[in-house]
């Protein structure tokens, strides 16, 4: 399984931006989709945005389309998430994922194996 690590935790007036990060290791990334989900308290976990690693297709939930930016680098195994204009409802712990089937994705939460740690993102209002 690939390993992954998150960092950019950050408390952020809404409004604000803020840029997570997510370092991947032990695998080969060609046919990954790596994404990012968030699981606020007393909610479940839900899927925020995912990209394929060859060829850098991406995917967002309707919530923060337009808002949030998924971009990845491949030199440094990196996959990143620009959050602008966050909402007190973008307010959650946020997970790094990743799917060793990015062949077959098409978008959504299906098929994420391996989670990173999770990274703390607070909004205030």
């Known amino acids: 399984q690939v390993q992954l690590v998150e960092s950019g935790r950050g408390l952020v007036q809404a409004g604000g931006s803020l840029r997570l990060s997510c370092a991947a290791s032990?695998?080969?990334?060609?046919?990954?989709?790596l994404g990012w989900f968030r699981q606020a308290p007393g909610k479940e976990r839900e899927f925020v945005a995912a990209?394929?690693?060859?060829?850098?297709?991406?995917y967002y939930a309707d919530s923060v389309k337009g808002r949030f930016t998924i971009s990845r680098d491949n030199f440094k195994n990196t996959v990143y998430l620009q959050m602008n204009n966050l909402k007190p409802e973008d307010m959650a712990v946020y997970y790094c994922?990743?799917?060793?089937?990015?062949?077959?994705?098409?978008?959504?939460?299906?098929?994420?194996?391996?989670w990173g740690q999770g990274t703390q993102v607070i909004v205030s209002s």
């Open positions: 994922a990743a799917n060793p089937r990015g062949y077959i994705y098409t978008g959504g939460q299906q098929g994420f194996e391996s």
């Open positions: 032990g695998r080969t990334l060609a046919y990954y989709v």
């Open positions: 990209i394929r690693w060859s060829g850098g297709s991406t």
